[in-house]
């Protein structure tokens, strides 16, 4: 059985890269050949339409015209190669129907993705942030890791978000990235220690497509993180784009800096440092020092929405908006779709949902995801009819409390606490959702119809 499934795996990997050699030999020529391979190979229902979209958009709109030739041939050829084999051919070809197996067999759901946080460790010192506290010995071990991923892998994983602290700043992940070059891996980082040996690294690799933080312009940027981080954070992307490196932007995105990220002058300045992607995360009330004032009020949320769904249609980038997107993807997907294991091994539903009732320290990475907080979330999703209220803490926060009694899991952080033991937090967040709720409920009508992606909600 395993025979077959590597030959299968193998195949794959082979029709994609196959495309890329195809493409190479004339670039301009050739796009319309990679759908049509594509959409050959392509059976499930749902991934066919959502490649015709693509395919559509492509010819309707100038703007993503330019951006796909831009992304196929400023892109490194062995970037691009194993961008496509791992994250099409592994993650999603091959992985999603190994673990839709696994589901149908033993009734075991497994994430699409995992959120790791192999240390807290950084580099820098950042107002109001917590890495100071964190030393090696708070570290993941390498070997646990090691073993994290591969057995991940097992399962059909193959899409990794590597988070922190900083991730450049723990050297070894390097290795893993290079043990495990069938995987595509995500690391969130601050972007300062990038130099010429790491560059040339992180292209040699292929397999790692860096998103670099930023709250904004020098002024933001600097203001928060220290002087001068801005300049090396753009000498970092000019590295990375110098040698064809696929790279992007998150942006944590809150009441005072949600204009400045979501303008058109900062996309267009992202966009001409060679970044392929913008991932909007807005500011949630977690952590050690929660504070819903910084959070985007009812009408930024929404604009941030509305803005962003104008620029996919007019600008060379790829956006994703995580809260405003929930309606294409069925509501939250926390625990369902994507899960983050913490720098103590506790695996939690979301990278904002600070809970957990399962430590992979010792333990099968699938026996993680056979306990009842996950499937517990997983039943109730979607929340809410109304997609644009997808959290479970911020949107609906009756719904952590419900699950936490009946589950009981350990909170992890202060902010996590306070959410199920803090009466005037609460009291704070009911707010928050009570705010939010008629603002999200009229573009839930107006924008969406009152229709999300079922199918996904459930899974």
């Known amino acids: 059985m395993k025979k077959i499934e590597t030959m299968e795996k193998s195949t794959k990997e082979a029709i994609v890269k196959g495309a890329v050699d195809i493409f190479y030999k004339d670039p301009e020529n050739n796009i319309d050949k990679i759908f049509d391979i594509i959409r050959k190979y392509v059976k499930d229902p749902d991934n066919l339409k959502r490649v015709n979209n693509v395919y559509q958009y492509y010819n309707e709109y100038p703007s993503v015209n330019r951006y796909i030739k831009n992304f196929l041939t400023k892109t490194d050829k062995k970037c691009l190669e194993k961008f496509f084999t791992n994250f099409l051919a592994n993650a999603t070809w091959y992985g999603m129907p190994k673990r839709a197996k696994l589901y149908q067999e033993q009734g075991i759901k497994t994430p699409y993705v995992i959120l790791i946080s192999p240390s807290m460790r950084c580099n820098l010192r950042c107002t109001g942030c917590y890495a100071a506290n964190y030393s090696r010995e708070d570290d993941i071990p390498m070997e646990e890791v090691d073993r994290i991923i591969g057995e991940a892998r097992d399962i059909g994983i193959y899409f990794f978000v590597i988070l922190g602290g900083e991730p450049f700043f723990v050297k070894d992940m390097l290795k893993i990235y290079e043990k495990y070059n069938d995987c595509i891996f995500v690391p969130f980082t601050n972007g300062t220690l990038f130099d010429e040996e790491l560059a040339d690294k992180v292209r040699d690799l292929a397999n790692v497509v860096p998103m670099f933080s930023l709250e904004g312009f020098e ?124 720098s103590h091994e506790d695996v939690e539903p979301c990278i904002f949902a600070h809970f957990s009732t399962d430590n992979v320290k010792g333990k099968p990475l699938l026996d993680c995801f056979k306990g009842p907080f996950f499937k517990e979330l997983i039943n109730r999703q979607p929340y809410t009819p109304n997609m644009l209220r997808p959290c479970m803490m911020i949107d609906n926060p009756e719904v952590i409390r419900e699950v936490a009694a009946k589950v009981n899991p350990k909170p992890s952080d202060k902010g996590a606490d306070m959410m199920l033991h803090d009466k005037e937090f609460q009291a704070q967040l009911d707010k928050v959702a009570a705010d939010f709720k008629p603002h999200a409920d009229k573009a839930w009508e107006e924008v969406f119809h009152g229709k999300g992606n079922s199918k996904m909600s459930k899974g």
């Open 219 to 342: 002024e933001q940027t600097d203001k928060r993180r220290g002087k001068g981080i801005f300049n090396k954070v753009m000498h970092g992307m000019d590295l990375l784009n110098e040698r064809g490196v696929l790279f992007g932007v998150s942006s944590a995105t809150g009441r005072y800096n949600m204009d400045v990220v979501s303008s058109e002058k900062f996309v267009d300045m992202i966009i001409k440092k060679g970044a392929k992607m913008i991932w909007y995360f807005i500011f949630m009330p977690v952590g050690d020092d929660p504070d819903v004032n910084l959070m985007l009020t009812p009408e930024q949320r929404l604009e941030l929405g509305s803005r962003v769904r104008t620029m996919r249609k007019t600008k060379e980038i790829f956006l994703i908006d995580f809260f405003n997107d929930a309606p294409y993807v069925g509501g939250c997907i926390a625990g369902k779709y994507y899960c983050h294991i913490n």
